[in-house]
């Protein structure tokens, strides 16, 4: 098996880096004639995977947290070879997307399980937007856009600069109550397959999936990578105590039930903001688009071993 790997090689840091290099040990003993290529700026994995999509490869592997990871699927879907098979190296801050699969810790038995693991086909997520002069946008996503608090919490875990004391989901995890207690809601509406379900003042509105995020916070458990519908959560708590409570809960789903969060399985989702000056996006750990948006659910669009 050929095998092409697009490699971040600042995703997760120090600790990314400490887990490259047992995994490059383990891939080279079951793939030796594995080829690296590292990315070197932001955009650079889409840019590689495009290309590496109409190489003479078997996979891509992708080494890194939950933005390259998106950056990869993207260009690959963009490319005139979407496709392509991809795996997965779990290196990075967040490595969410990653959670839906059960995949071996261990490097040795990650290389066989990918070696062996036959090929399948799961959903990805297809973004429209427009940018500042009115022009279209599109971008593929693989785990969960969203809109509000997420935002803001992404915008200060990724802010350049910042020393990274803190990584993994502890970082996550303290961005996000400070993010909470500096909150004040946002105004948007939400439009699921065509129908409005909210209008108004809300925390947040997460389109999955996948079903976690912001470091191991299980979102929308309801979520199913392979079943060709996206799960929408909508989260209209718009008091500081009720948002760190539900805070608590998240990563074991305990905000299930909460009588101000609502679930909707949908194909098409639109967010539109009532004050576009209060409109912070997520996208797979990265904010690559500003302003509303449509998303669609692309059914059995990526093509992984996992």
Same mark, same amino acid.
């Given at each position: ?27 080279r003993?079951r ?5 690296i290529?590292?990315s ?12 590496l ?11 890194g947290g ?7 699927v ?9 496709d392509?098979?991809?795996a997965f190296?779990?290196i990075?801050? =967040?490595?969410?997307?990653? #959670?839906n $699969?059960?995949l071996? /810790?261990d490097?040795?038995a990650?290389? &066989?399980? !990918? ?5 399948r086909?799961?959903d990805?997520?297809l ?6 002069? =009115?022009?279209?946008?599109? #971008?593929h $996503?693989v785990?969960? /856009?969203?809109?509000g608090?997420?935002? &803001?919490? !992404? ?17 996550f ?5 400070l993010?909470?207690?500096?909150y ?11 129908m409005?379900?909210?209008q ?13 995020f912001g ?11 392979a079943?060709?519908?996206?799960e ?10 009720g ?7 998240l ?7 909460h ?19 209060r ?7 990265e ?8 998303a ?11």
């Amino acid at each position: 098996m050929r095998i092409a790997v697009v490699r971040n090689p600042v995703a997760g840091g120090r600790s990314g880096r400490k887990q490259w290099t047992p995994l490059l040990a383990a891939f080279r003993a079951r793939f030796p004639d594995l080829e690296i290529h590292e990315s070197r700026s932001g955009g650079d994995a889409r840019k590689l995977s495009r290309e590496l999509a109409l190489g003479p490869y078997d996979l891509v592997l992708v080494a890194g947290g939950d933005g390259t990871i998106s950056d990869v699927v993207d260009g690959v879907l963009g490319s005139s070879r979407p496709d392509m098979p991809l795996a997965f190296l779990p290196i990075g801050t =967040g490595c969410d997307f990653i #959670r839906n $699969f059960n995949l071996p /810790t261990d490097p040795m038995a990650l290389a &066989e399980h !990918i070696a062996s693991a036959p090929l399948r086909r799961i959903d990805a997520g297809l973004l429209i937007s427009r940018d500042a002069a =009115g022009t279209e946008q599109r #971008r593929h $996503f693989v785990n969960i /856009t969203s809109v509000g608090i997420s935002g &803001e919490v !992404i915008d200060a875990v990724n802010a350049p600069g910042r020393a990274r004391i803190l990584n993994g989901p502890l970082r996550f995890l303290v961005h996000s109550a400070l993010a909470i207690l500096r909150y004040s809601p946002y105004d948007f509406e939400v439009l699921v397959d065509g129908m409005l379900v909210h209008q108004g003042r809300l925390a947040l509105v997460a389109i999955a999936n996948g079903g976690w995020f912001g470091g191991g916070m299980h979102i929308t458990p309801g979520a199913d990578v392979a079943d060709g519908m996206f799960e929408v959560a909508v989260m209209r708590e718009e008091k500081v105590i009720g948002l760190l409570k539900l805070l608590a809960r998240l990563h074991k789903a305990g905000h299930v039930g909460h009588p101000l969060l609502s679930f909707h399985k949908a194909r098409r989702v639109e967010v539109r903001p009532r004050d576009p000056s209060r409109f912070p996006v997520d996208v797979d750990g990265e904010a690559p688009i500003r302003g509303g948006f449509v998303a669609e659910i692309l059914p059995g669009a990526l093509t992984v071993r996992t």
